[in-house]
């Protein structure tokens, strides 16, 4: 309930100051919210992906002939269809070329293609034991009941990947916003600049959040939303003294 009073504090304008009272495992919590709220949009399409690409068992006879020669793909060129996406197999597309947005996963010229995954592409290395398409089924055979284990790794991994640079950037803007106040002979304390900071940044990144699960896009410019809320603490601190 007191951490719901901190969140409350930012619309009314109260006691601006005390959020230096709030406890350390709020701005832990607040950290984790921020980062799960920035990597939602991307755990649930990589999760729809999971779900998609588990029906690949289920094309196995439409798998074309292809292999793996040198890191690169060698075979013949086709897209084959699964729950409303494209698995792509194609000797002249590479990884950072796919264009088409419905292809969900390709085999490509010079990797393996994954939409949901930062749109990057994975070397054949990764996959070692498949050369060729015999190959590729058998792997499917034998993955498929782990997929989504593998999923939930990459999901803890991309959390805790985002936690770290969310604690850089609110570092270095509470060290900005601090080191202004000090200059303005303003009482700052970086510590509470950053407590300040995690409570305002989780806020306002729930409608962020919204938006891009809505429309696909994520307007990072809605953070200046949080700008009155520094302007207002900024003049709630009290002037040091000459």
Known sequence: MKLFTFYKRLLTFEKYPLFRTANFKHMLLNIFVISLLIALPNIIALFQSANAAAGLADIESEIPEFSIVDGQYVGEDETVSIKGNDVLFSSEVATDSVEDRNVLIGFVKDGIYIRDVQNTGFDYSYIGDVKDDEGLKTFISQQSSSLYFYVSVYVVFFIFVVMFFSVIFMSILAYLFHTSSALLKRKS???NWYKFISFATAFILLPMALVELLSGSMLWSL?????????????????MKT
């Open 189 to 191: 304390r970086f510590m």
């Open 223 to 239: 953070y200046l939303l949080t700008l009155p809320f520094y302007i207002h603490y900024f003049r709630k601190l009290p002037v």
